[in-house]
């Protein structure tokens, strides 16, 4: 138990230099930054090949696969698994709530992984939900972005990333943030437990649960647009940045959007 907690204390404090080097990497972007009506790119070429060979796979193997679980697997049964996968992630989630100075928050968060690991049968049940303990979702690129001091839209150069899609260098870094401070990840690995199985089998249904959920969305972004490439990168960099203005302004984006232009209609 030493080892395990010293091995998570260390790793914290790795993703503690790695935060502020990455959010200095992405300020010093900020002269490449083109606002949020252009999208910083400089490696569409590789993009471009790499999103290809992502497309290929999804309508080869994830969206027959997404599609299936969807129409086969009973709906209570999606919400059992989509808890479980939640529930594996609260930890990291408490981490980067306590780097974006909100400790009550990670709190929250701990009380209800603990609730629901036990009285909610390992996850499958969000009984923490109907405590009032609402959940939330964080990590390390949010994080980043809600420190790095420019614009939310501004995650430094665009990255298509093998198998896993759009990302950029504040959330690829993010990415790698999560995972080195990963208590299961940790665990696993002091225990001398096959992490790879553990990891493939999460991770995998993670894809699959959330593919089957973006069907619809995905579908018609392609279909209404001339460049799905472009158009994704486009809705993802918009998606990130109203995520992370969000965290700056402790508001609700997309109400505050809404309200905008409910106002702008009235007048």
């Known amino acids: 138990m030493f080892g395990v907690t010293k091995a998570i204390a260390a790793s914290i404090r790795r993703s503690v230099v790695a935060v502020a080097l990455a959010g200095t990497v992405v300020g010093g972007c900020a002269s490449g930054d083109t606002g949020a009506a252009e999208v910083w790119d400089p490696l569409e070429t590789p993009n471009r090949f790499i999103f290809s060979i992502n497309r290929a796979i999804d309508v080869m193997a994830f969206r027959p696969l997404a599609v299936m679980y969807r129409d086969l697997v009973p709906e209570r049964a999606q919400t059992g698994v989509r808890n479980v996968l939640d529930n594996l992630g609260e930890p990291v989630t408490a981490i980067n709530e306590v780097f974006q100075g909100d400790p009550n928050r990670a709190a929250t968060t701990m009380a209800r992984f603990l609730v629901n690991s036990t009285i909610g049968v390992a996850g499958i049940f969000d009984v923490a939900s109907s405590l009032g303990l609402e959940r939330t979702k964080e990590d390390f690129g949010k994080t980043i972005g809600l420190w790095a001091g420019v614009e939310p839209e501004n995650g430094g150069f665009y990255l298509m990333l093998p198998a896993y899609g759009p990302s950029n260098a504040r959330d ?30 999460r991770y995998g249904m993670n894809a699959v649960d959330y593919r089957s959920r973006t069907i619809f969305a995905l579908d ?7 460049d799905y490439y472009a158009a994704l990168r486009s809705a993802y960099t918009q998606n990130r940045a109203d995520q992370i203005r969000e965290k700056r302004e402790k508001t609700n984006a997309r109400s505050e959007l809404e309200r905008r232009d409910n106002l702008a209609l009235v007048r």
Not at 172 to 199: C, E, K, S
Not at 220 to 226: A, H, I, Q, R, T
């Open 220 to 226: 018609d972004l392609e279909k209404n647009s001339v």
């Open 172 to 201: 690829g870094t993010g990415l790698m943030m999560d995972y080195l401070v990963d208590p299961f990840r940790i665990l696993t690995f002091n225990l001398a437990v096959d992490w790879d199985y553990y990891q493939l089998a």
